[in-house]
């Protein structure tokens, strides 16, 4: 068996220890920035945290594929923004599950009797009694002119 005291080391780490640790040390200095730029497409730190870890895991899978002419830094911010994107499509999809799943429950608990409480109005019957109107394609209340 081989084991290795922290003293030792690899002399020959062989050619994917050396293209991970080449990997690493490039995309130290340009981590941080990757995960600014995450961050602030996602809204979240924690989600750019995220993201930033799947970008890198994809450039690192795709590596051969990188043409070494051309720069890392712009391919890296490429994958980056793409991974950010279908973050946030997901989440949107998410999102619009769960509010499919909320406004039947509340159609659904109107009709079983509770018509006459103050939860179970629409939002645009609310709108209407309020002088304003509901705008279905944005989801958003709009106050009369």
């Known amino acids: 068996m081989n084991s290795l005291n922290d003293n030792q080391h ?5 050619p994917f220890e ?3 640790l080449a990997f690493l040390e490039t995309i130290s200095t340009l981590r941080p920035s990757l995960h600014r730029y995450c961050a602030r497409m996602t809204g979240s730190v924690m989600d750019g945290e995220d993201v930033v870890q799947e970008a890198l895991f ?3 899978r795709k590596l051969d594929k990188f043409d070494q002419s051309r720069p890392l830094k712009p391919w890296l911010f490429r994958i980056a923004h793409n991974r950010c994107i279908d973050f946030l499509r997901r989440r949107g999809v ?3 599950a769960d509010a499919g799943v909320a406004v039947p429950e509340a159609i659904r608990a109107c009709r ?3 018509r006459n409480r103050k939860g179970c109005r629409t939002p645009s019957a609310d709108a209407a009694s309020q002088g304003t109107s509901v705008r279905p394609s944005e989801g958003r209340i709009r106050l009369f002119a």
């Not at 690899?10 to 062989?14: A, C, L, R, S």
């Open 10 to 14: 690899i002399e020959d780490p062989g």
């Open 112 to 114: 079983a009797g509770f």
């Open 94 to 96: 998410r999102d619009q």
């Open 58 to 60: 994809e450039a690192y």
């Open 18 to 20: 050396a293209r991970y």
